[in-house]
């Protein structure tokens, strides 16, 4: 089964952009994971066990990160990827604490979903 995923996107306007994103998620307890393609970077978070359980709070449930930087768009995609036994409806809603800090982290870009399912 593929993953449940949702994809936000913001304009990138300084180099700074990604040791800033590197310096917020390894702060949230993210680890970071190597990537498997070049020009992305990998995160991960929560226990795998309870999101087997069906639980859906946000500080437990596992997830990964990956942060792309789009040089031809000018724009950094994060692209949140989830087990599909969770409810996608419940994780953007839990997500707005993270994305809200990380926006003040970034000098508050515009944050644009660009796709969930």
């Not at 936000?8 to 949230?28: A, V």
Request: proline residues 6%; glycine residues 6%.
């Amino acid at each position: 089964m593929e993953p449940r995923k949702f994809i936000l996107s913001f304009p990138n306007n300084s180099q700074e952009t990604i040791g800033k994103i590197d310096k917020f998620y390894t702060e949230s307890g993210y680890l970071r994971v190597d990537p498997q393609k070049p020009g992305e970077i990998l995160y991960t978070k929560g226990k795998k066990w309870a999101t087997y359980l069906g639980l859906v709070n946000w500080d437990l449930i596992f997830r990964t990160v990956k942060v792309e930087l789009l040089p031809n768009e000018n724009k950094v995609r994060l692209t949140y990827l989830f087990s599909w036994l969770t409810n996608i409806g419940v994780l953007l809603r839990s997500s707005g604490p993270e994305l809200t800090s990380l926006k003040s982290c970034l000098d508050n870009p515009k944050l644009s979903i660009e796709r969930y399912r």
